[in-house]
């Protein structure tokens, strides 16, 4: 008698480590968001130019950019645990370095505190991103890279809450009011207000720990044997050598450096272009925008099952890129509008270009993917380009800096989308098509 064939052993099951993955795109959501709010509290804690509250954003994507390759390596070397873990830690540890920088009322110390937690995000980032890419069909990557993505924005509207409810004070004063108080009535007012963002980064930060510990008990994916010469300095080398990836990452520096900058700006620039608008109402703007983010990632992500990925990606940044344009030159209540609903047509970039970017790279993904979380430095240097411009020529007109990036992302996806279409006939369910 023929014997019955064995069956095929149980593929092992994640999934406790998918849902704190999916966790992790919030509170990178939220931490990146709060960044908002802290530029305008520090602008007034500490008598800030627009320029200044920038290294806010310079000094938290430089840490993005120096630790993206370490995180990668780390990754292929150790597994996805140790590196969310060791993300998770450093997160941890810069948002409870808030309370001693606030207590000594230091900008720079604050400046620190930032930089580690972005080093801690770059883990992060750099492990979640390719990890959920490899969860499933290549075909479906960009789609659920996307779906896993909708929690960032879920994030970033907490992170504008917490600012807003537990940072802001609402209590502005003018320069000649400033100027008419003694200077221990400015300090005080000046010591109350740095010392604002204490409770609510120690809470984030004791949560954040608490995640760390909860990674550890965690079992994840194995690792891919081929992974570790991959994330090698070889593996980096061949990878730079990929155009659509090159390309890639050019596109996502842009595309980090306008939406930071334009939801860094959001609240100066409803203040500055309506006037007397107060700080909790130029924060509700930023709210609402992450709001049409959130609505645009889940609204587009479902699109994908209909238009390609890189066609719908081009009418996005097109869209964007007007409604820049509109905001700049128009400014006002009218220009304010434009510029929150740019966030709906933004809501799917981040994820669609790293996709895109990441497709086809074989064993070389995660040398690849932190090439793409390398790109996040654009965050640091068109906010420094947006808070420069706009100390010689005014918020609105500074706009025209993200209204560029996208141009240059709407080449790409054009040209991501022609790759595709020549490689495999224009296939709807692949990645770039």
Request: glycine share 10%.
């Amino acid at each position: 008698m023929p014997t019955a064939a064995a069956p095929a052993p149980a593929r092992p099951r994640y999934t406790g480590a998918i849902l704190l993955t999916v966790s992790l795109f919030f509170l990178w959501g939220m931490a990146n968001n709060l960044n908002d709010v802290l530029i305008a509290q520090f602008r007034k804690a500490f008598t800030l130019s627009d320029f200044e509250t920038s290294f806010v954003q310079q000094v938290f994507y430089f840490g993005y950019f120096v630790f993206a390759v370490p995180a990668a390596m780390l990754t292929s070397a150790r597994g996805y645990k140790t590196a969310i873990v060791t993300g998770l830690v450093l997160y941890g540890c810069g948002a409870l370095l808030f309370y001693p920088a606030a207590a000594d009322s230091r900008y720079t110390l604050f400046l620190f505190a930032l930089f580690v937690i972005a080093s801690g995000l770059a883990f992060l980032e750099t492990a979640a991103n390719p990890l959920m890419t490899e969860l499933g069909d290549p075909a479906g990557a960009t789609r659920r890279l996307n779906w896993a993505q909708a929690a960032n924005p879920v994030g970033a509207i907490t992170g504008i809450l917490i600012g807003r409810h537990f940072i802001l004070s609402g209590i502005e004063h003018d320069e000649a009011t400033l100027a008419a108080m003694t200077a221990a009535e400015r300090l005080t007012y000046y010591g109350v207000e740095t010392r604002a963002v204490q409770a609510p980064y120690l809470v984030i930060g004791c949560i954040v720990l608490a995640f760390a510990v909860v990674a550890a008990c965690l079992r994840f994916p194995p690792g891919d044997p081929g992974a570790r010469a991959a994330a090698s300095w070889s593996g980096f080398r061949q990878v730079v050598h990929r155009p659509r990836l090159v390309f890639a990452a050019v596109a996502q520096l842009l595309y980090v450096g306008a939406q930071v900058g334009l939801w860094s700006y959001t609240i100066r620039f409803a203040q500055a272009t309506v006037p007397g608008l107060p700080e909790h109402a130029a924060a509700d703007a930023l709210f609402v925008s992450l709001l049409l983010f959130a609505t645009g990632r889940f609204i587009g992500t479902a699109a994908m099952t209909r238009v390609r990925p890189a066609t719908l990606l081009a009418l996005f940044a097109a869209i964007a890129f007007a409604l820049t344009v509109f905001a700049a030159l128009v400014g006002g209540r009218t220009g304010l509008y434009a510029l929150v609903a740019t966030s709906f047509f933004m809501s799917i970039q981040f994820p669609t270009i790293f996709a895109l970017g990441v497709e086809g790279l074989g064993p070389l993904r995660r040398a690849g993917s932190s090439l793409l979380i390398m790109a996040i430095i654009g965050g640091a240097i068109l906010t420094a380009a947006i808070g420069w411009l706009s100390d010689r020529a005014g918020i609105a007109t500074a706009m025209l800096v993200p209204a560029a990036a996208f141009a240059v992302i709407v080449g790409f996806a054009l040209w991501a989308r022609r790759r595709k279409s020549d490689a495999d006939g224009g296939d709807r369910n692949g990645l770039g098509g």
